[in-house]
């Protein structure tokens, strides 16, 4: 952003050199230009006066004071004429401070009006723009479905916005708002699916059911057969993913993002299922971005969507590549909530991406009596196959002490978290302060 105002504000002084040019001149003005006239007047009077005082006298001739005259009318018009060139000077010298204002001022302003301002924004200024802006729109469509509340598309639409925002009891809300077209859409109960592993960080047991029914009311529809892939992975019936992954790999888009990540989570699967499991082969078909990101969790490397230390739950990563990625820093818990954690309560540190799915990236678990903990997060503690800490352009480490034992967030868990950060930063200091209304 600075780079860009410097060097817009270098072009705008260019342009006035070039266009101000013209108006360089020397100062060697002693007299106002206004006055130069009346001075001019003035002197000629009193010459002209002199003179005839002179003939009257007897001292000049008639002819010599016709003559006479005539010189002082020729100084007088010669003097007028200069003044008036002092005069333009002047009044263009005015123009000249006129457009090195108006210049820049128009620049701005026309930059503002066809521009895009926000575009030298840092990205985390221009993400939470974003996401006021879509809280606005957000809210603007609820009142109007509240107001023509027969409308299932539209409660649909809601429903995406507020998952999109993180609002999931919203979401799922505005979800049973649909209506009996939910019940009949394999699609819209493949996002309420989705929804709520999200919301729960794993599979619950109605996660599971929606699953189920939208696979038997349309068996190739997409984001149902990525999530009953993750859910039979989750329950360790690894031939069963295989198969669902098997099914949904070729109509993805070769080569693509989402057809890396499901690759890497289908020869998993079938690794761990002893090779068994139907494999399709890769062909071109269109593919669905937005739904795909992972939700595959493990079971026995992850507790509830959190990996337990030292395990791997994602094909290794290049040491250099963990060591450049990994985030490091230490764990406290404030002296106001010791009170409110029990030694043994289980405590999650974890790293989401700032921008992406909410399944952490990484993750770790300890106890309170650890506390202070140094920590250290990198890619052998991924949760799920193809999302690690070096796929994340900026993330967020957050801890939990869950009353549960597990990583759903529950009442009465007390947190904390980090500013959004890098991949690779160091030193960070998590204090965990807050608790779960």
């Known amino acids: 952003m600075t780079y860009f105002y410097l060097a817009a504000a270098t072009l705008v002084v260019v342009a006035l050199l070039l266009l101000l040019r013209p108006w360089w001149r020397s100062g060697r003005r002693v007299v106002s230009a206004d006055f130069l006239p009346v001075l001019n007047t003035a002197i000629h009077r009193d010459r002209l006066a002199e003179l005839e005082r002179d003939h009257a006298n007897g001292t000049l001739s008639a002819a010599d004071l016709a003559e006479a005259r005539e010189e002082l009318q020729r100084q007088l018009l010669d003097d007028t004429a200069a003044a008036e060139v002092v005069t333009t000077d002047s009044s263009s010298r005015r123009s000249g401070i006129v457009l090195a204002v108006l210049l820049p001022l128009a620049a701005v302003g026309l930059y503002a009006m066809l521009g895009t301002p926000a575009a030298v924004l840092p990205s985390a200024m221009q993400a939470q723009r974003a996401m006021a802006d879509m809280e606005q729109l957000t809210a603007k469509l609820a009142q109007k479905m509240e107001q023509n509340p027969d409308n299932p598309e539209g409660w649909a639409m809601l429903a995406r916005s507020y998952k999109s925002l993180g609002r999931w009891d919203d979401a799922e809300r505005a979800y049973t708002r649909i209506g009996p077209d939910l019940e009949r859409n394999a699609e819209l109960l493949a996002e ?8 729960n960080n794993g599979f619950d047991a109605r996660a ?10 349309e068996p190739d529809n997409m984001l149902a057969l990525f999530l009953g892939g993750g859910e ?16 949904l ?21 079938r690794e761990r299922s002893g090779g068994s499991g139907r494999v399709g082969s890769a062909r071109p078909a269109p593919g669905r971005g937005d739904v795909l990101p992972g939700t595959a969790i493990p079971q026995d490397e992850v507790h509830r969507g959190v990996a337990k230390p030292g395990t791997d739950a994602s094909p290794a990563k290049p040491a250099a590549n963990a060591a450049t990625t990994a985030l490091s820093g230490r764990v406290e818990l404030a002296a106001a909530l010791k009170a409110k954690a029990g030694p043994d309560d289980v405590v999650f540190i974890f790293a989401r991406a700032v921008d992406g799915p909410r399944m952490p990236l990484a ?8 506390l202070p903990l140094d920590f250290v997060l990198d890619d052998s503690q991924a949760v799920m196959p193809g999302a690690n800490l070096s796929s994340a352009q900026q993330v967020r480490v957050e801890v939990r002490v869950s009353k549960s034992g597990t990583a759903t967030p529950g009442t009465g868990d007390l947190t904390g978290k980090s500013e959004a950060v890098k991949p690779g930063a160091k030193g960070l200091r998590i204090v965990i302060d807050r608790v779960e209304p």
């Open 232 to 247: 039979a992975f989750d329950g360790g019936r690894y031939a069963a993913a295989a198969d669902y992954w098997g099914r």
């Open 363 to 370: 993750a770790k678990r300890a106890r309170v009596a650890d």
């Open 192 to 199: 309420v699916a989705e929804m709520l592993v999200q919301k």
């Open 249 to 269: 790999l070729p109509r993805l888009e070769p080569g693509s993002e989402d057809a890396r990540m499901v690759e890497s989570s289908l020869a998993m699967a």
């Open 208 to 217: 599971r059911e929606l699953i189920q029914k939208a696979l038997r009311l």
